[in-house]
């Protein structure tokens, strides 16, 4: 991990919901926003130009934003590369983030499914083709592309059994979940090799810490208990993380502490902390991971001011030490009053001058 310098202490991450960006400035997330090259560059000139009008002195966006060849948003959560190379079909709406259809195979299917090859599967066949007319273009491609976790991608294809065969049928979990990481790594791998990015779509955060570090999603580890995840996950991510360094977790569950202590057998620079989960066990556990600090955008949306105000303080207090934690909001609703965004910045601003 790189060392934090005066200007990313205690930095801070922004990510809006498709609907912020869609009331805001006038984004559709249809096909187009994602497959469409000349609709991808300009729209992230407008998010740039954007984020700055609005959050300029917070450090975000651009004052004079130029085209770049850019492959993959980095200014919006949400994955459906991985679901659709597993074969998901994919829904695509004017103001939400993509949405992978479940799947539900059959025991046999499931026992028969085999890794597909990315380069020639859809979507990433259809992004390959595009970095190399980029490339060919202008020199070099930038962006990534969010690859989703071992569980999030599990659950598309195996529905609710996926839980009940963690205890029925493990080793038939552990192979796909084998399969499934070896395809994520595949990926992120070759994304990084073409863009020198992997995981700044899962949260931006990634590249205050290092812009090469590979984050997994870790979503649906909430649903699970830390045994279950010490038995059939855990050694999965164990080789997902030999073959790619630096490795972190994103766990926007509020129940980080119960899981960190298993989290911390991993090799890990930075892990999400989400929003309820106890700040101070997760650092016990984890005294040398960069912290991303979560804000719930659900009480961003519903809270006062001065309550986020008392949030973001409670967060940095028990993160200690403050150079290896950052805060974030990711998935804010056009709704969100500014208020409150200006009010978790003002809280670090003010830690920033002691």
């Known amino acids: 991990m790189r060392a934090i310098t005066a200007d990313q202490f205690i930095p801070i991450e922004l990510v809006f919901n498709p609907n912020w960006w ?17 609709t991808r560059i300009s729209n992230d000139v407008i998010m740039r130009r954007v984020l700055y009008e609005r959050f300029g002195e917070m450090g975000m966006g651009e004052s004079d934003p130029q085209p770049r060849p850019i492959i993959g948003s980095q200014h919006v959560a949400g994955g459906f590369v991985i679901p659709a190379l597993l074969g998901a079909e994919i829904q695509f709406a004017k103001d939400a983030a993509p949405q992978p259809l479940p799947m539900t195979m059959d025991v046999g299917q499931i026992e028969a499914f085999e890794k597909p090859d990315f380069r020639s599967t859809w979507p990433m066949n259809v992004f390959i083709a595009q970095m190399d007319a980029l490339e060919a273009e202008w020199g070099y491609v930038v962006g990534g592309m969010n690859t989703d976790g ?109 899981m960190a202590p298993v989290y911390a057998e991993l090799p890990l620079t930075m892990v999400d902390v989400g929003w309820g989960s106890d700040v101070t066990a997760v650092r016990e556990a984890l005294p040398g991971v960069f912290l991303n600090l979560r804000l719930d955008p659900v009480r961003m949306l519903q809270a006062t001011a001065e309550e986020i105000t008392a949030d973001t303080e409670g967060l940095l207090k028990a993160a200690g030490p403050l150079e290896n934690a950052g805060v974030c909001c990711i998935n804010m609703d056009y709704r969100t009053p500014d208020d409150n965004i200006w009010a978790l910045y003002e809280v670090v601003e003010r830690i920033r001058r002691i």
Request: charged share 20%.
């Open 150 to 258: 071992l569980l999030n991608a599990a659950y598309h294809l195996y529905g609710q059994n996926l839980f009940v065969d963690f205890y029925e049928a493990p080793d038939r979990v552990r192979r796909l979940l084998r399969l499934i990481g070896d395809l994520i790594v595949d990926v992120a791998l070759y994304l990084r090799q073409r863009t020198g990015d992997c995981s700044i779509a899962v949260n931006r955060m990634v590249e205050h810490v290092d812009p090469l570090l590979f984050f997994h999603a870790n979503c649906s580890v909430q649903m699970i208990s830390p045994r279950s995840y010490r038995d059939i996950h855990l050694a999965v991510e164990q080789g997902m993380a030999e073959r790619i360094q630096p490795y972190g977790i994103h766990h926007c569950g509020d129940n980080l502490h119960r």
């Open 22 to 38: 869609y009331r805001t400035a006038g984004i559709s997330f249809d096909r187009s926003f994602y497959f469409d090259a000349e």
